[in-house]
Nanobody, 125 residues
Framework: VQLQASGGGLVQAGGSLRLSCEAS????????VAWFRQAPGMDREFVAA????????YYADSVKGRFTISTDNAKNTLFLQMNSLRPEDTAVYYC???????????????????WGQGTQVTVSS
């Protein structure tokens, strides 16, 4: 499976961006799908995910109420709508998916075998 992320950019604090991640190849229709982010000098951290078994959405506390993860299954596309952006949201954002992720490892980058190339999000104050 190949993942192509897009939609990043420069935005002022309080603004919005919508990230997209298009999957091609063998897309594993029942994969867990997720967004992670990595700021300079920091570890990659969990942002949001949809778990394959119950289609529930899970969010990091830092983005809850501001970010929304969604999918367009017909187009094999994953989205991340980001509102009320803050300077601390600045990072490279990565999409990921994997059919073997279990609930206890949903927020762990090491659980995902398929990654997009990353898209830069910069929020100015």
């Amino acid at each position: 499976v190949q993942l192509q992320a897009s939609g990043g950019g420069l935005v002022q604090a309080g603004g919005s961006l919508r990230l997209s991640c298009e999957a091609s190849g063998r897309t594993f229709s029942r994969s867990a799908v997720a967004w992670f982010r990595q700021a300079p000098g920091m570890d990659r951290e969990f942002v949001a995910a949809i778990f394959r078994t119950d289609d529930k959405k899970y969010y990091a506390d830092s983005v809850k109420g501001r970010f929304t993860i969604s999918t367009d299954n017909a187009k094999n596309t994953l989205f991340l709508q980001m509102n009320s952006l803050r300077p601390e949201d600045t990072a490279v954002y990565y999409c990921a998916r994997d059919p073997s992720v279990i609930m206890s490892s949903l927020a762990s980058p090491s659980a995902y075998g398929y990654w997009g190339q990353g898209t830069q999000v910069t929020v100015s104050s």
